[in-house]
C-alpha cells in the first residue's frame, strides 16, 4: 500500500496571512513540537506537511540515534515512535527515552498483534497506532493524548494519605519521593484517586482515560494497574492503595480507610 493511500482528502484547518503573506494558523505563534521517529521517509514527508496544516510544528528522523540527539537537545511536546527502525527498535527507543523523559509518546506499529500493543504500554507509550492509519486519526490521538496533559479540573493538587497528585505539573510522589509516572499511568491514577472508594470497571475506565488505544482489549487495563503496583510498592494480595474487585474492576482505597 502506497503512504498516498494512508490519506483521506481533508479540509485543512482555516488559516490567516501573516505580515510576509505567508499563510499560518491561529496557533502559529505556539505551534506543539512533534518529533517523528521512522524510518519512512516519504511518510515522514507526508506526516510532515499534513500535521503542519493542524499547528503541530514537526521534525522526523529515520534513524533512532538521530531522534534520541534531538529529543535531548531539544525536547518535543510528543514523539510518534515506529516500533520497526534499524539498528534499534521502537520498543527500545521507547525504554531509553523514559530512563530520563517523560514526554507523551504515540507508538505506530504495522504489526497490530495485541501482544506488540502490550509491550508498548508496558514500556510506557501513552497510546498505539496500527498501519495503514489515516492522518487524520493520527492528529486526533495527538490531540487527546495532549489534552490529557491540561486539565481543566478546578482542583489541581491532590493529597491521599502519603500519596500527593499535581495536575498542574503531572506529577505524583509517595511520601515526598517522586514517581516515575507515564502519561498513561498518571492518569490512570488521578481517574482512580479522584473516585476514590469507588469500584471502576474497566469499561468505565477505558471510557474515562479516551487517547489511549485499548483496542477493546480490557486487559490492557490490567497491564497499567500492575504497573502502577510495582511503583506504588502495592502488594495486591494485601493492597494498601489499589484493591481489585474481582469480576468487577478496581478501586483506589489508599489513605488509611477504605
Given at each position: 500500500m502506497s503512504v498516498a493511500s494512508w490519506v483521506t482528502p481533508i479540509e485543512a484547518p482555516p488559516?490567516?496571512?501573516g505580515a510576509s503573506g505567508q499563510a499560518m494558523t491561529d496557533r502559529a505563534q505556539t505551534r506543539t513540537k512533534v518529533l517523528i521517529l521512522d524510518d519512512d521517509e516519504k511518510l515522514n514527508a507526508l506526516l510532515t506537511e499534513y500535521l503542519g496544516?493542524?499547528?503541530f510544528s514537526v521534525r522526523a528522523f529515520g534513524h533512532p540515534e538521530d531522534g534520541l540527539r534531538a529529543l535531548k537537545a531539544d525536547p518535543p511536546d510528543i514523539m510518534v515512535l515506529d516500533v520497526?527502525?534499524?539498528g534499534m527498535d521502537g520498543f527500545a527507543v521507547c525504554r531509553k527515552v523514559r530512563e530520563t523523559s517523560r514526554v507523551p509518546i504515540v507508538m505506530l506499529t504495522a504489526r497490530g498483534e495485541v501482544p506488540d500493543r502490550i509491550v508498548g504500554l508496558e514500556l510506557g507509550a501513552d497510546d498505539y497506532?496500527?498501519?495503514p492509519f489515516e492522518p487524520r486519526e493520527l492528529v486526533?490521538?495527538?490531540?487527546?493524548v495532549l489534552r490529557r496533559g491540561s486539565p481543566s479540573e478546578p482542583e489541581d493538587r491532590v493529597k491521599v494519605g502519603a500519596l500527593e497528585l499535581n495536575w498542574t505539573t503531572r506529577s505524583a510522589s509517595l511520601e515526598g519521593r517522586p514517581l516515575p509516572l507515564t502519561g498513561a499511568e498518571f492518569d490512570l491514577l488521578g481517574l482512580l484517586v479522584r473516585n476514590?472508594?469507588?469500584v471502576l470497571s474497566r469499561d468505565r475506565i477505558m471510557d474515562e482515560t479516551r487517547g489511549v488505544d485499548w483496542e477493546a482489549y480490557d486487559r490492557s487495563v490490567d497491564v497499567l494497574i500492575s504497573r502502577l503496583r510495582q511503583k506504588l510498592g502495592d502488594d495486591p494480595k494485601q493492597p494498601a492503595h489499589i484493591r481489585t474487585v474481582r469480576g468487577t474492576g478496581y478501586s483506589f482505597i489508599g489513605g488509611g480507610d477504605e
Open positions: 488559516a490567516t496571512l496544516t493542524f499547528g520497526m527502525l534499524p497506532l496500527s498501519k486526533a490521538r495527538l490531540q487527546a476514590r472508594g469507588r
